[in-house]
């Protein structure tokens, strides 16, 4: 249910996100996931840690709050704190090439040359830059500018056009879900025109024609195949926006949903945790899991110091 508490939509954001995460990462890169060892996993009583996703949502939530209200983000010192981040722990499972990113920006070499010589010159089409883009939606004045801090903060690291549109869509949704219209679970369809105008890259308007084709499926099995499930923007992005558009009131559905998909799971119920959490705010995530999240306090203190703004 949507909540009219702009504190509780912010922290719902980002436990939403952290809670997909580490509810994911123990079954990121299976194919399949079968429900009981979801329910078994939601049933523990051990600590949930969170991965590479939240460690990079957690330094852009820091970031933003540094910057101000109004201020927007800057890229050159963004760009050392993910690198500081990585270097900090390495062990979070981090994508191969990012890793070569962050270590050359140590070493002195500008994000732009960094992140623009992978792959040949092409750069990254990983969701690594729409994974931790989220808060960027707690600070944006209106979808376009959401989108436009979703494109630069994602272009640090990816500067192939499906990685930052992918970090702009994600943004785009966030911003939505937060503001609560238009209403994802009377007007989809409107939902995704507004993301795909805000976006403006046409490759991006196609993928979620394929996101609204896919409302009618029933099982997260069908909607990995129809979608795509892997480490790419073009490969997760649309998973997760369609997991939110069918479970907008339930984060905990979306986020069991998005890892029941299989693939990319950490990564695919973090985005899809952070669209349902800020709508529904922290106050519907389940108490039992928030208890046993990494870094759950200071992501609920982030949450709230970033609506105060
Ligand atoms: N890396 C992982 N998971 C695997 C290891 C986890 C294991 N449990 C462990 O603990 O070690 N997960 C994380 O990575 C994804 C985000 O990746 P990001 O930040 O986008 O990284 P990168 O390296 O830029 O891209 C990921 C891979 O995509 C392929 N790729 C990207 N651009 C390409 C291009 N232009 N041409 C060809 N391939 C390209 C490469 O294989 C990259 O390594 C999230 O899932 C996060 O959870
Ligand atoms: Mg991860
Ligand atoms: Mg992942």
């Known amino acids: 249910m949507s909540t009219h508490d702009p504190a509780d939509r912010a922290r719902g954001l980002l436990l939403g996100a952290a809670l997909g995460d580490a509810l994911g990462a123990p079954f990121e890169g299976r194919s399949r996931v079968p429900e009981d060892l979801l329910d078994e996993l939601e049933a523990g009583t051990g600590e949930l840690p969170y991965t590479d996703d939240t460690v990079l949502t957690l330094v852009l939530a820091e970031h933003l709050l540094d910057r101000g209200a109004g201020n927007g983000l800057h890229e050159d010192t963004l760009a050392e704190n993910f690198a500081l981040a990585w270097r900090a722990e ?148 649309p998973l997760a926006l369609l997991t939110f558009l069918l479970h907008p009131d339930s984060p905990r559905e979306a986020v069991r949903f998005a890892i029941r998909a299989g693939g990319d799971t950490d990564t695919v119920a973090s985005m899809a945790g952070a669209l349902a959490g800020a709508r529904c705010g922290a106050t519907a995530l389940p108490e039992r899991q928030l208890r046993r999240l990494e870094g759950c306090s200071r992501l609920y203190e982030l949450g709230t110091e970033l609506a105060r703004r």
């Not at 209403?183 to 025109?193: A, G, Q, S």
Request: glycine share 16%; with cysteine; net charge negative.
């Open 90 to 237: 390495p062990g979070r499972g981090w994508g191969g090439a990012v890793r070569d990113v962050f270590g050359e920006i140590l070493a002195g070499v500008h994000w732009q040359r960094a992140a623009g010589r992978l792959f040949g010159g092409s750069g990254s089409f990983g969701n690594g830059g729409a994974m931790r883009v989220a808060p960027v939606a707690l600070v944006a004045s209106d979808v376009g500018e959401a989108a436009e801090l979703g494109r630069r903060s994602g272009r640090i690291t990816h500067t192939h056009p499906d990685g930052f549109h992918g970090a702009a869509v994600q943004a785009c949704a966030a911003w939505l879900a937060l503001s609560g219209s238009p209403d994802p679970t009377t007007e989809r369809r409107r939902f995704l025109d507004v993301v795909a105008g805000a976006c403006g890259d046409p490759r991006w308007f196609s993928l979620l024609e394929q996101v609204d084709s896919a409302t009618g499926v029933s099982t997260p099995e069908r909607a990995a195949e129809l979608l795509g499930n892997d480490v790419s923007a073009v490969g997760s992005v």
